[in-house]
Structures are given as structure tokens and as C-alpha cells.
């Protein structure tokens, strides 16, 4: 299952968004720090996963085994600058995580907001982890 997105963001700055432990907190998670090629993410909702990365090529694309489905984040330059984002999982039951992500990356690198509520009582495992 996929899904796409474009971003008014270069690729680089895309691409920095989802390969740093600085950018997925800013996002993604409430802790993603990364070492030996593994990333600990620890979610608003509590869940926890020691993601590992699979294949990581600067501003082109970046694979990740995230909760035992693999995530693929494709980044292609748009024609006129911006980025087409690809997010594909090999879950097809994951599209409505899939499309809070890439709104939630969306609006991290376009617009520098973060969509969370950051209210525990108000998470959503989906939307708003």
C-alpha cells in the first residue's frame, strides 16, 4: 500500500526530516533516537520499537523495518523544485497511519508545525502519535 504526497521542500530537507533523530521527534515520535543503524522510537501512545534501517540513500529514499511492517519513504525532485514523497508499507491495513505520516511531514517541512496535540489523554495510536 502507498501513498503519496508533494512537498514544497527540497528533497534534502525531506530527506533530513525522516533520517534524523532531530527530525522524526519533531513529527513522528516522542523520542527517536538512532545507533548502530537502529532507530528507538518511543510514540506518544507509549509503544516502543527498535526500528531497523534497511537501506538509507541521501535524498532519494529511506527503509525502515517499523513495528514488524517495512516503511519506504521514496523522495523524487518535482519538476519546478518541491518533492514528491512516496510512503509505501508492506501492510496493506496501515493506509490511515500512512496518510497521518505524510501529513504530519507535510506540514513539519512546508510549514514548520507540528500537528500533535502532545495531550496523552487525547492520542490517537494513528493520527496523533
Excluded at 527540497?10 to 527517536?32: H, L
Excluded at 518533492?83 to 496518510?99: G, K, Q, R, Y
Excluded at 502532545?118 to 494513528?126: C, E, F, L, Q, S
Amino acid at each position: 500500500m502507498q501513498r503519496k504526497v508533494f512537498c514544497a521542500s527540497a528533497p534534502s530537507d525531506v530527506y533530513r526530516a525522516v533520517s534524523t533523530a532531530n527530525g522524526r521527534e519533531r513529527f513522528w515520535a516522542d523520542a527517536a533516537p538512532e545507533a548502530d543503524g537502529v532507530i528507538a522510537f518511543r510514540l506518544a501512545d507509549g509503544r516502543t520499537d527498535n526500528s531497523r534501517i534497511d537501506d538509507a540513500v541521501q535524498d532519494r529514499r529511506y527503509r525502515l523495518r517499523y513495528f514488524g511492517r517495512t516503511l519506504t519513504f521514496t523522495l523524487t525532485p518535482a519538476e519546478g523544485g518541491g518533492t514528491d514523497l512516496t510512503l509505501e508499507s508492506d501492510d496493506p491495513a496501515d493506509c490511515v497511519e500512512v496518510v497521518a505520516l505524510l501529513l504530519r511531514l507535510k506540514a513539519l517541512v512546508d510549514f514548520g508545525v507540528d500537528l500533535r496535540n502532545h495531550d496523552g489523554t487525547r492520542t490517537h495510536p494513528y493520527a496523533d502519535s
